[in-house]
């Protein structure tokens, strides 16, 4: 299985992920022009970790995302379904609690964390209304959801730029540095059918979340929503 489909068959997106988890975050720094470090600082701030808290990372991969809430002293849970990515983390992370699991039947109790984050990873779950309900499940009560996702340029001539870099030039660089490029060929599909800010705001809310908002981040390539249980 070199790349999922966008029916998004958790067994199809478990296994591509696990191809390209050698040399994951190092093909997102390339293809997002560096920005990706950018927007996990975003995160970090949105997602306020303090001392102690325990912190929900979904979709962590190799936990490359998770290592700013562990420098704010929380307790953080990197989970993911890919036993690939989960493999990979452990080595350069062996100290932290990785955890496979399903986004859309979670491994954890009722009002576990104090706070949920999932970054680039709720678009590849199969059922993003169930993986909403279920985030909001684990969360204790009035703690908060943070959703990084690529999301839909607001500003209509570089949106039009951005599709044409996502289907004709983000294949070529994924080949030259990923050891699937046909991985990112599903990316860059999955983002293009995703829904917009508004959207998702409204599927959050449908979920049970309250005080749902979003930012923009890169002129809207990347979208940071918030709620709060």
């Known amino acids: 299985m070199t790349r999922a489909s966008l029916d ?49 990372d979904l979709a962590a991969g190799t936990a490359t995302s998770s290592q700013p809430f562990v420098r704010a002293g929380a307790f953080v849970v990197p989970c993911d379904f890919s036993l690939g990515m989960l493999r990979v983390g452990k080595q350069r992370h062996p100290w932290m609690p990785f955890t496979a699991g399903d986004g859309m039947k979670l491994p954890f109790k009722d009002d576990s964390f104090d706070a949920v984050t999932i970054s680039f990873g709720l ?84 979920a049970g979340w309250g005080e749902v908002a979003w930012r923009d981040l890169t002129g809207g390539i990347v979208a940071l929503h918030r709620g709060i249980k």
């Open 8 to 56: 998004k068959q958790p067994h199809e997106v478990a296994s591509m992920f696990d191809d390209v988890a050698e040399k994951y975050d190092l093909t997102n720094d390339v293809l997002s022009l560096g920005q990706a470090r950018l927007w996990r600082k975003e995160v970090a701030k949105a997602v306020d970790a303090r001392p102690a808290q325990k912190i929900l």
């Open 123 to 206: 678009r590849n779950i199969q059922d993003t209304d169930e993986a909403l309900r279920e985030l909001y499940r684990v969360t204790k009560p009035g703690g908060r959801v943070v959703i990084c996702e690529f999301s839909h340029p607001t500003w209509t001539p570089f949106r039009t730029v951005y599709t044409e870099y996502l289907m004709r030039a983000l294949p070529p660089v994924a080949r030259a540095v990923s050891s699937n490029p046909d991985a990112y060929v599903y990316l860059a599909e999955s983002i293009r059918t995703w829904p917009t800010q508004p959207e998702l705001a409204a599927r959050l809310q449908g």
